[in-house]
């Protein structure tokens, strides 16, 4: 399945489908990117991505400041 980007609400946000994000090569982070800076807010359904690998992502997207519960 190719990546897909649904307008979630008129102002803001979409929901990405067709992707793993664990992984992905330069190509598909540049389109996953330009639909962030259109939409602002991402959705991406029924990833499985361990904590190491979501801070992965995020980080390519910018700085992360990652926060620890104590609970």
Do not use: C, K, N, Y
Not at 1 to 22: D, F, I, K, S
Not at 25 to 51: C, K, M, N, S, Y
């Amino acid at each position: 399945m190719a990546l897909q980007v649904e307008r979630l609400a008129p102002a803001l946000g979409a929901r990405v489908t067709g992707v793993q994000l664990a992984g992905i090569d330069d190509a598909t982070f540049d389109e996953i990117h330009r639909a962030w800076l259109e939409h602002e807010v991402l959705v991406f359904p029924g990833q499985q991505l361990t904590p190491e690998q979501q801070i992965a992502f995020s980080r390519r997207l910018g700085d992360v400041d990652i926060h620890i519960s104590t609970d």
